[in-house]
């Protein structure tokens, strides 16, 4: 029998997909940085209790939309991003222009609105799925989709986002 | 191309193109300490308020669990000897054997199996089959049994009800089935009448006039406060049972050892029934209530040590979470074992 990684293994292994992750989630790489290790951090003092270590990425994934909906709560009130937490970021990404464009646009986002965009587009969850990942009810989903998309539509007319 | 295909495209290629840093484990290790840390100094400033209340009723004590060996604090039946001895945390069921999750998450063995009633002075009180065990010691014939901080009241298979710990009543003859119990007294079941039993007597429950509550199946009691619930709905009483308030919905709950609050969280089938979904903290003695986020359905809450812990159930996945202002993952067993009693 193939014995179980430690927690060191499964990091090295999946430290890129779930940064990635969290990035798309923040909209920043220092965002991502942070929410990714508080997410790890807790989910290594945990290690020894998850029992199925297959199930540990799953496991760090909801860790990543939980956490990151607490701490838009510690925040308080959410407010669209009008300065990008990052100046200049989109330099070192190669993505189509247009791609580009809209990311930056998604990146503009309040963080609730951008998350639930990740998980119901990206990683094609489900209404309740989204809803339990971040905390709040599946009408909150919906309405957060709404006006995810209607801003979207209204910043980039030229998109046909339609 | 469609909204969502765009935006689903974007969102791929922007995952794929963003610069991903090296992993440094050193940086995770620090934090993981740093989590540590502080959950143990928080969990050690609360362990000091619970003993410091704990040693003033210790001289209080009735005696030794019966066979025990009283020792040298003969009046200390909580000796720290004994299956679980040492172990802290919340006590759980797993795979049938009796363990405790501390503040990180981390499962310790007690060696004990058996249904849990409660922690007594930090020490795991179970019922396995008719032997109630705890503090190093047992007691044969036990048919129920409640423990709240401060002690333990179980009932003989002969009737009568009897108390180790702080406060409590004992009684013989008593002909209903203990159906609950705390410091202030305990609860009996007779057909449907509940009767409680404290300091000054026997006082049968005023449940209503509109037999709302017919079919009591819980009592639980927590210093001057009652809850009675049944399939539906939840009754709140003090102990000389007369009726404070009640509600529909909320049976899955846990009322606090001192009687403050009664927790309660919908079941995957109340919410099935349109119940909203979360984790709800009604003051008894205000009658506001408070809603946390809870992200899936609850299968069963338990006071620790001051703190609430709520077991929730999604698919074969159980989840426990340490709740306050918020609810943390403590524990996750994908096998679908996980209880709390």
Request: glycine content about 14%; aromatic content about 4%; some cysteine.
């Amino acid at each position: 029998m193939r014995p179980e990684p430690s927690f060191d293994e499964f990091m090295a292994a999946r430290w890129a997909a779930l940064y990635r992750t969290a990035y798309l989630l923040t909209g920043g790489h220092h965002q991502a940085e942070d929410l990714l290790q508080d997410v790890l951090a807790r989910t290594c003092l945990r290690w020894g209790s998850i029992r199925d270590k297959g199930a540990a990425e799953a496991y760090v994934r909801r860790g990543l939309a939980h956490q990151a909906s607490r701490q838009w709560r510690r925040r308080g009130r959410e407010t669209p991003t009008e300065v990008l937490p990052e100046e200049g970021h989109d330099g070192g990404l190669e993505v189509r222009a247009d791609h580009l464009a809209l990311w930056e646009q998604i990146r503009r986002l309040p963080p609730r609105m951008r998350a639930t965009l990740v998980l119901r587009y990206l990683e094609d969850r489900s209404e309740q799925e989204t809803a339990d990942l971040l905390g709040v009810s599946t009408g909150s989903v919906k309405s957060q989709t709404h006006h995810a998309l209607a801003r979207l539509r209204a910043a980039m007319p030229e998109m046909e986002l339609s | 191309m469609s909204e969502k295909t765009r935006i689903r495209t974007t969102l791929h290629e922007v995952e794929e193109a963003v610069a991903v840093p090296a992993y440094d484990g050193s940086v995770v290790a620090a934090r993981a300490r740093s989590i540590r840390r502080r959950r143990r100094t928080a969990g050690a400033l609360a362990g000091t308020a619970v003993v410091a209340v704990v040693a003033a009723g210790v001289g209080l004590l009735p005696g030794a669990w019966p066979g025990d060996d009283p020792g040298p604090v003969a009046t200390d039946g909580w000796a720290a000897a004994g299956p679980g001895a040492g172990v802290h945390g919340v006590p759980v069921v797993l795979d049938g054997s009796v363990q405790r999750v501390d503040d990180d998450g981390t499962l310790t063995d007690t060696g004990l199996r058996g249904q849990v009633v409660g922690v007594v002075r930090d020490r795991v009180v179970v019922l396995d089959g008719d032997r109630l065990i705890g503090a190093g010691g047992h007691v044969e014939g036990v048919v129920a049994a409640y423990a709240d901080p401060t002690g333990v009241t179980y009932q003989r298979a002969d009737g009568a009800v009897l108390r180790e710990g702080v406060g409590g009543v004992d009684a013989d003859g008593v002909t209903g089935r203990l159906v609950g119990a705390g410091a202030g007294g305990f609860a009996t079941l007779e057909g449907v009448v509940v009767t409680l039993h404290d300091a000054d007597g026997a006082h049968r429950l005023d449940l209503g006039s509109d037999a709302a509550t017919p079919r009591p199946d819980r009592v639980q009691v927590g210093g001057g406060t009652v809850v009675v619930t049944d399939s539906s709905t939840v009754s709140v009483l003090d102990l000389a049972g007369t009726r404070r308030s009640g509600f529909l919905g909320g049976t899955t709950g846990a009322l606090s050892a001192d009687g403050a609050t009664y927790a309660y969280a919908p079941t995957a089938a109340e919410v099935d029934r349109g119940m909203r979904p979360g984790l709800f903290s009604y003051d008894t003695g205000s009658g506001q209530t408070r809603r946390t986020a809870l992200p899936a359905a609850a299968l069963d809450l338990t006071w620790y040590d001051g703190g609430l812990y709520v077991l929730t159930e999604d698919g074969d996945t159980r989840t426990l979470w340490a709740c306050d202002q918020t609810c943390d993952q403590l524990l996750v067993d994908d096998g679908g074992t996980l209880g709390l009693r």
